[in-house]
């Protein structure tokens, strides 16, 4: 991806393909709540003959790049067009048809949310080395026609109603996207674990099942996925109620500069970690688990190897 073809993108279907749809449209200008912020009222403008944005709120605006730059907290171009790369498969011309609707009729179709039992689906999770009793308890599996076509994918919802979807070919959104926000029942919890994607969710609770199979004292905390870093600001009211964050987020820019916004928000308020360190060297969390299982495997085979009895050497005794 080059940024001549970053520009060619249209910037409603890209938003689109993030699980963003327009509420109005007026001419040539779609209306849209913001994807940068939680607001009510639309104030993020596209003009589809320029193609081109502007956020109200915000004072700023521009082509498909300056949006990435706000979406993924970053103004580093190559990683910009990596992640809008990254979406490309996603994105689909979409025509919005409005009349006395106020949204775009759903590109996800004839959606059925059903208990996760997919072999194929179960499979995936698996060569993530996801832990499959927890997958099945946080995780349901969505049925829907996307385009004309039939797909079946994990579903992990949000808490406005839409779901982050994923398998082994598609990864996207079923509108609204939002946060995912976990509490646990009883009394409230003063600590709060933050995560990129939920795989890096599923991941952490893989990974401490794994270290405490006995106790793991899996709800000794509470848990917010931001399913995308753009998301950062919906979760900073909700964060302001816990005493403790541990954020566990990519080792990259967006996942540095994802951290330092919760930093200045409640920096001074709060105790803030920076979780990433204990999977340095690893993009993120479920790659760190996948290594981890990795090296397991390919320590085993010694084990077995040291413990087989040695053959006792030929000939007589002295």
């Known amino acids: 991806m080059d940024i001549q073809t970053a520009k060619l993108i249209k910037i409603a279907d890209y938003l689109h393909s993030l699980g963003f749809s327009p509420v109005k449209q007026q001419g040539i200008n779609l209306w849209y709540k913001s994807p940068l912020r939680e607001e009510t009222e639309a104030s993020f403008k596209v003009n589809t003959e320029r193609n081109q944005w502007y956020d109200f709120a915000l004072g700023k605006g521009g082509n498909i790049i300056a949006l990435a730059q706000e979406l993924y907290c970053s103004d580093h171009v190559p990683y910009l067009l990596q992640r809008i790369g990254e979406q490309t498969p996603n994105i689909r011309p979409v025509s919005f048809s409005f009349g006395k609707q106020s949204s775009s009729e759903p590109s996800f179709q004839q959606l059925e949310i059903v208990p996760l ?13 996801i832990n499959i009793a927890l997958a099945k308890r946080e995780c349901s599996e969505a049925h829907f026609t996307h385009h004309g076509k039939r797909y079946f994918a994990i579903a992990f919802p949000n808490v406005s109603g839409g779901y982050e979807i994923r398998n082994r070919y598609f990864k996207g959104c079923i509108a609204p996207k939002d946060i995912s926000h976990i509490r646990q029942s009883g009394t409230a919890k003063e600590t709060c674990y933050v995560f990129e994607g939920f795989m890096d969710y599923l991941s952490f609770l893989t990974l401490r099942m794994e270290s405490c199979p006995k106790y793991p004292e899996l709800n000794r905390q509470d848990y917010m996925v931001l399913n995308s870093v753009a998301n950062v600001s919906k979760a900073l009211y909700p964060l302001g109620n816990y005493e403790r964050i541990h954020c566990f987020f990519d080792n990259d820019r967006a ?3 994802a951290l330092q916004q919760i930093r200045m928000e409640y920096g001074r308020d709060l105790y803030i970690r920076d979780a990433s360190q204990t999977y340095s060297g690893c993009k993120d969390l479920n790659e760190y688990l996948q ?3 990795e090296r397991e495997k390919q320590v085993q085979p010694v084990k077995k190897k040291q413990n087989v009895p040695a053959k006792k050497p030929g000939g007589f005794r002295l």
């Open 255 to 257: 996942g540095m500069e």
């Open 291 to 293: 290594k981890k299982i």
């Open 117 to 129: 039992s997919s072999s194929a689906l179960l499979a995936y999770l698996q060569e993530r080395g």
